[in-house]
């Protein structure tokens, strides 16, 4: 009895913890970056998976626009902001995305495909700015989530982990 009683509880620990933690199906060719598409004109009419850091938000009568400054997607989609910008976006998404969610300073995937390339200014430049038209839009849970635990906090995972994502074990004091 023991023995079973430890065991639904671990199951439901593992089950809270794989809920806790979504990770969106890749779509596309990860070497097809935001840059490659500004810089080449090509892939227009492919699905894709991108993010990044919302920069601005845009607010139409059918759409509304999120411009981000794209990074590389780890195996469960999030962009990972220390890695190496890979160009910037513009997300086409049908309806309202309310800026209340969609401030500033978040981090944003989107699934969708690749309808143009929008000439604009970046600074004195132009610049090409790649169009996806979304199918879905992931909003990330804010990082300064995490950092309103109490202190100590001690995650436990299971995964592939960098201590930060589906795994690894991680002491934050």
């Not at 976006?89 to 049908?94: G, R």
Request: net charge neutral.
């Amino acid at each position: 009895m023991r023995h079973t009683s430890f065991s639904i509880v671990c199951s439901l620990l593992l089950l809270a913890s794989c809920a806790s933690n979504l990770c969106l199906p890749p779509v596309g060719t990860p070497s097809i970056t935001p840059s490659v598409v500004s810089a080449t004109g090509d892939h227009v009419g492919k699905p894709i998976q991108w993010g990044g850091i919302l920069i601005e938000t845009r607010h139409f009568k059918e759409h509304t626009e999120l411009e981000l400054i794209a990074y590389p997607l780890d195996s469960c989609g999030r962009p990972r902001t220390g890695a190496e910008q890979t160009g910037r976006f513009i997300i086409i998404h049908p309806g309202f995305l309310d800026t209340t969610d969609y401030q500033i300073g978040r981090t944003v995937s989107a699934t969708g495909r690749i309808t143009g390339i929008r000439t604009g200014r970046l600074g004195n430049a132009d610049y090409g700015f790649p169009l996806l038209e979304s199918y879905k839009v992931h909003l990330w849970p804010d990082q300064q989530t995490r950092s309103n635990y109490s202190r100590p906090w001690i995650n436990i995972g299971i995964g592939g982990g960098d201590g930060d994502v589906f795994g690894g074990v991680g002491v934050v004091f």
